[in-house]
């Protein structure tokens, strides 16, 4: 989940949920909303098109001189990570209104085969785990504070105070070339992992983040508690939240897809005794009414937030729906978007549901003129031909200027 905050106006963080690949990223853009936005859903794309190029597990190019010791499966999220990094230098060298931006990325891979997660990142975005009842950072900042630390540990805490907070010394964009911090990890059954924005952990303490999870082992209700938490503390930064939970496979409680579920209608019989199946048996459906993203989007931030929902976070919602099955283990998450996609996306689900549960119906009622769909103007990027929404000022595929 995913919120603007109570202090910015943009929301300039991006979030990506691939299950089926083991993927979760959580991005943090930086530069203004048409600056940070680009590159933080730069860094979400292009990790996942590099996760998707990458599948058979061959990577491009050799090997660098850094990464030789490292285990294959981190070398790949290490790649990954920096690849998205030269795809946000790239466009901001390219276009005047997005020169300077970046954005921080942690990104974990979780691999069902070898039962180990891979936790890479850059800038202040951080990753958490929680286990037996403890929490415990695996991410280090690359901020000043730390760096500072880093070269002289007996700092004082007057010392400390006199340094500017919130001032990274590393993050995708900046050069060509970062490094990568990565940490690599077994899991275990009932593990939680929390990926954050600096929204979300520089106002909420490690001790509630620990009691929220305490409170609830739904991911959803986890991260709503924790949102509303960095906003009742005063909300000054964009705020995301993603959790993962490692259950056993016996103990998936998700919700079949509406495709999966068991027909409960009850058979008919014709007037020779002759027993019909369900779908002989003409039964009113209720409507489902289409989204008018047009409509309800009554500015072009909003067009551009309801486009990276489907460009972006859509695809976090059809691959938890899709759940590639494992050996072992089963990674339930929490797909980060905003509550109104949220409540979009499970409606259909229990439309479903309520559809299939009705009693017979002993006469149709008389049949509804077919609703016309509701039109989405479209236009595609002329530099990359991505599909965009009327009234966009910047393909966020390749961050392109789009002329009116």
Sequence with gaps: MTDV??????????????????????????????AGNVASALATKSLDNFFEATRAGSLPGPVPADEQELDP???????AIRKANHDVFVISNTYTQHQGM???????????????????????SRCYRIRQGEIEQLTKDHSLINDALAL???????????????????????KDAVKVDIRSERIELGDAFLLCSDGLS?????????????????????????????????????ISALIIRILPEAQDERQPDSAELEDTRPHHVDEFGAVLPPQAVQAAQTPVEEVDLEAAASSDGERIAAQH???????GLRSQAQGASGAMSRVAAAPLTDRRSRAAAGSGRYAAVATAARPPVKEAPPAKPAKRPTEVRVAR????????????????????????
């Excluded at 002289?152 to 900046?174: C, F, H, V, W, Y």
């Excluded at 609830?216 to 000054?236: K, Q, R, S």
């Excluded at 929902?309 to 695809?315: E, F, R």
Aim: net charge negative; charged share 25%; aromatic share 2%.
């Design 152 to 174: 002289k540990p007996d700092l004082s805490q007057d010392e400390l105070a006199r340094l500017p907070k919130n001032i990274i010394t590393r993050a995708l964009g900046m």
């Design 381 to 404: 990027c002329a530099h990359c031909k991505h599909e965009l929404f009327i009234g966009n000022r910047f393909c966020v595929e390749c961050g392109a200027p789009i002329k009116p």
């Design 309 to 315: 929902v489907h460009s972006i976070a859509g695809n």
């Design 202 to 238: 520089g106002m909420v303490s490690e001790q509630q983040m620990l009691d929220v999870l305490d409170i609830t082992h739904d991911p959803h209700e986890a991260c709503e508690l924790l949102i509303e938490m960095a906003n009742d503390a005063g909300g000054t930064d964009n």
């Design 73 to 79: 499966e981190a070398r790949r999220v290490v790649a």
């Design 5 to 34: 905050g109570r202090q910015r106006k943009h929301n300039e963080d991006n979030i990506l949920v691939k299950s089926e690949l083991g993927l979760f990223v959580v991005a943090d853009g930086m530069g203004g909303h048409n």
């Design 102 to 124: 970046g954005s921080t990325v942690v990104a974990a891979y979780v691999s069902r085969e070898t039962e180990r997660i891979h936790v890479g990142h850059v800038g202040d």
